[in-house]
């Protein structure tokens, strides 16, 4: 079975400051990683993925994450956030090699104050 | 990037009728879709999953016979709220599968049953 956790349902940074939003996963099998972004009344758009190449990887948007077998973890980064960048963000793991279910996390909404 | 379709991009219907929704993908073959539906500030939660040429398979709770799933081309999967009644008030996402590793979803479609 998988699972995700996402640490925090709430973030407020200032515009400029670091964005660091928390994701922890638990998989028996090698995953593949994801995070989607959402914003009010949209469906999901993918800012960046891990699918077991590079463990550091660069999205959209500024936006990186990287992955750590070792804390099991896949924290999303940005280092100067924008006004822009509210919304909410969901953490999903799946199976690898398969068209296989999402498993999401519980989503964090990042607040970017003046 | 890859591009998912929803129609309609909301609905308002009466209780006791039946509401489609299609989901498209647009520039690329999809032998696999997903149905999501999200209640207000919650995480996604998966309904079915659309093979096409073949059976919708059904997350444990979910209706097939309320929410009926056709996928009949690789680049067409729809969903049927059939007899919605105000409980069915939801916003619905689909996702497509590019055969690789990756979801891509659409814009979702709001449904208000009245």
């Known amino acids: 079975a998988q699972s995700v956790t996402q640490l925090g349902s709430h973030v407020s940074v200032s515009e400029g400051a670091l964005v660091l939003l928390r994701c922890n996963y638990s998989?028996?099998?090698?995953?593949?990683l994801f995070w989607y972004v959402q914003y009010p009344n949209q469906g999901l758009q993918l800012l960046l993925k891990?699918?077991?190449?590079?463990?550091l990887v660069k999205g959209i948007n500024g936006f990186e994450a990287e992955f750590k077998k070792s804390e099991t973890s896949f924290h999303l980064t940005k280092p100067s956030a924008h006004m822009s960048d509210a919304a909410e963000y969901f953490c999903a793991v799946s199976r690898t090699g398969t068209a296989s279910k999402l498993t999401f996390g519980t989503g964090t909404r990042l607040q970017v104050t003046l | 990037g890859a591009v998912v379709s929803q129609h309609p991009s909301w609905v308002i219907c009466k209780s006791g009728t039946s509401v489609k929704i299609e989901c498209r993908s647009l520039?690329?073959?999809?032998?696999?879709m997903f149905w999501y539906r999200q209640f207000p500030k919650q995480s996604l939660m998966l309904m079915a999953t659309?093979?096409?040429?073949?059976?919708?398979?059904?997350e444990q709770g979910v209706e097939k016979d309320k929410f009926l799933i056709n996928h009949a081309s690789l680049t067409l999967s729809t969903l049927t709220v059939t007899s919605a009644h105000p409980e069915d008030s939801s916003f619905y996402i689909c996702s497509a599968w590019d055969g690789v590793e990756t979801q891509y979803f659409g814009p979702g479609t709001r449904l208000l049953v009245l």
């Open positions: 891990y699918t077991s190449a590079a463990t």
């Open positions: 998989s028996s099998v090698p995953p593949y």
């Open positions: 659309s093979n096409e040429g073949s059976k919708a398979t059904y």
């Open positions: 520039d690329f073959q999809a032998t696999t």
